[in-house]
């Protein structure tokens, strides 16, 4: 047990030390801070971009999934390729505008687009709803992975606590440097850590990953495959296509794409992403082994499958080897998303009260906000608000909601006007919001319809409201005169 | 779009249409049921698909340094 704890703690310093280490002596002003000084390379976007893999959610879920569920843990190995597929075409498009224009966080992209303001208050309020569940999730993860980890030794409040600390510091101190340079070691730790359970677990336990399937299925059938209604082949089409569509509108990885030096650094990206999704599956192979050792869990005790079985199959220095890269899984995202939301807050909404702010005041302001924005989680967090579940469902639907007014953006003649981007998105936002707290489903709604039909995400009821919206709209009002060289 | 870039709806139809025809575990691929067998290798086939957009892509040699 001590030597857990002393893996986790080392976790901890190590993520502290490194964050503080990325500054490098660089004057944190704000291009440095939130953009990396639009240098970095393939490998630190990569990190950055897959960040989005390996959040606790992954860690935890995705094995809690598969123990929980089954089949419909697929679904996560199959989007985050096609979201590559669409970076590839999306993201140079971004990085370029965001460069020459100097744009900082996601909003800027859309205040600069559409030449209108009041779109970037509404993108940042609708980013802002979306982010904050996101880093309550992050953080309550940190707290059941260092108490499972640490066998309890640690108490949970403590952990966030230390962890929201240490991501403060490091997000002051080093901005979008520190996430991506504890990026590093966390996506070293997790992939020892994952390709090692998820290839030991099925073979010592079952005699492979073939035999392992084998006797799930016979144990329980109809378990590997999806079920005939619910989450079924629809629900995992629809639901593919539209958390593709939805992945590269988190503001933090929209954001993260100005940091690149390059174009090419996506479209290399996009091969290099694909296969490191791969790792998935043997997170996967974890869930689905713990199924026939560790049954009965139910709820949210299945975000503790790998946990429990890891503590009944290995020694304290594994389990806090596994603490650790679960507690990197964390703190890294938490940073960024930190990071992200303190300079939506700065830029874009206390921004636009005060026009006549400079880059020194604005990123002098969004240090500030990194603690307000750590606390605000860390109350939700240990409130634990049971809304948050489904607050973090908003939020990946709110975000899908801006999807439409950026693609038109892109193109050469864009045809929406700003009022019809605003219009759609706000209007895609609150049918999303409705469903999510009502629990609707297209099933619930339309229950005449055929099975395949009621299976298909809600999300696309949403974003079917927030496309036709923005067409009418935009048909109805004049585009404003774009100021030269915003196009 | 370049023709070339064409290419990439392929991983959208591949990665998607083994589930949709047959949900069934067997035949296993690669100690795998089939729907995730079908996936993990779709997933390795996209990320070919995109080297060798990635290889044509004319867009790569304009923006070179």
């Known amino acids: 047990m001590t030597a857990a704890l002393a893996l986790i703690a080392l976790a901890a310093l190590a993520a502290l030390a490194l964050g503080l280490v990325a500054r490098g002596g660089r004057d944190m002003d704000l291009e440095q801070w939130a953009v990396g000084g639009r240098g970095f390379g393939w490998i630190l976007v990569f990190l950055l971009l897959a960040g989005e893999i390996y959040t ?61 303001p009041s779109l970037g208050v509404l ?21 059941i992975i260092v108490t499972a980890a640490g066998y ?67 144990a329980k059938p109809g378990f ?12 995992f089409i629809s639901t593919v296509l539209l958390t593709a569509v939805g992945f590269f509108m988190w503001p933090q990885s929209f954001a993260a794409a100005y940091s690149a030096k390059d174009a090419r650094v996506f479209r290399r990206n996009a091969i290099a992403l694909p296969i490191y999704q791969l790792i998935l ?12 050792q560790v049954p009965g869990l139910k709820g949210a005790d299945t975000n503790l499958a790998l946990f429990k079985l890891a503590t009944q199959e290995f020694s304290p220095a594994v389990v806090g080897l596994i603490g650790a890269a679960g507690v990197f899984t964390a703190l890294v995202p938490g940073s960024l998303i930190a990071m992200t939301a303190a300079m939506l807050l700065s830029k874009n909404l206390i921004g ?68 019809g981007a605003f219009a759609g998105i706000l209007v895609g936002a609150i049918v999303a919001a409705v469903l999510s707290f009502t629990h609707a489903t297209v099933g619930s709604l339309f229950p005449a319809l055929p099975q395949a039909i009621r299976d298909l995400n809600v999300g696309i009821i949403a974003l079917a409201a927030n496309i036709v919206v923005m067409v009418v709209v935009s048909l109805v009002t004049t585009p404003r005169t774009v100021p030269a060289g915003a196009t | 779009m370049k023709p070339i870039h064409w290419l990439a709806v392929i991983p959208f139809i591949g990665m998607l249409a083994g589930p949709a025809v047959h949900n069934e575990v067997d035949p296993f691929i690669l100690g795998m049921p089939f729907p995730l067998g079908w996936i993990a290798v779709w997933v390795v086939l996209t990320a070919i698909i995109m080297a060798v957009i990635y290889l044509i892509d004319p867009a790569n040699r304009e923006d070179a340094p």
């Open chain 1, 56 to 116: 606790t959610f992954t860690f935890l879920g995705a094995s809690g999934f598969s123990y929980g569920l089954g089949a419909p843990v697929y679904y996560i190995l199959a989007y985050g390729s096609l979201a590559y597929v669409i970076a590839y075409f999306l993201l140079p498009l971004v990085w370029s505008y965001g460069r020459q224009h100097g744009l900082h966080s996601q909003p800027d992209f859309f205040v600069r687009k559409y030449a209108s």
């Open chain 1, 123 to 143: 993108v940042s309020i609708v980013d802002l709803v979306a982010l904050i569940p996101y880093l309550v999730l992050q953080l309550t993860g940190l707290g």
């Open chain 1, 152 to 218: 309890g030794a640690i108490p949970k409040d403590a952990a966030i606590w230390i962890g929201a600390a240490i991501v403060t510091v490091y997000v002051i101190m080093s901005g979008i440097r520190g996430s991506a340079y504890t990026a590093v070691v966390k996506d070293i730790l997790i992939l020892v850590v994952v390709l090692f359970l998820g290839i030991y677990l099925p073979l010592h336990l079952y005699g492979g990953i073939g035999p392992m399937f084998e006797q799930i299925a016979a």
């Open chain 1, 224 to 235: 590997l495959v999806f079920p005939a209604s619910g989450q079924s082949v629809a629900w």
């Open chain 1, 281 to 292: 599956l043997f997170v996967f192979f974890v869930g689905f082994a713990a199924v026939l």
């Open chain 1, 352 to 419: 636009v009260l005060r026009p006549e702010a400079t880059d020194a005041q604005t990123v002098a302001l969004a240090k500030w906000l990194v603690p307000v924005v750590m606390l605000v989680a860390v109350y939700f967090t240990l409130t634990g608000n049971a809304t948050i579940v489904t607050m973090l469902l908003v939020g990946y639907s709110f975000v899908t909601q801006l999807f439409p007014a950026v693609v038109m953006s892109l193109m050469p003649r864009n045809p929406t006007t700003p009022a």
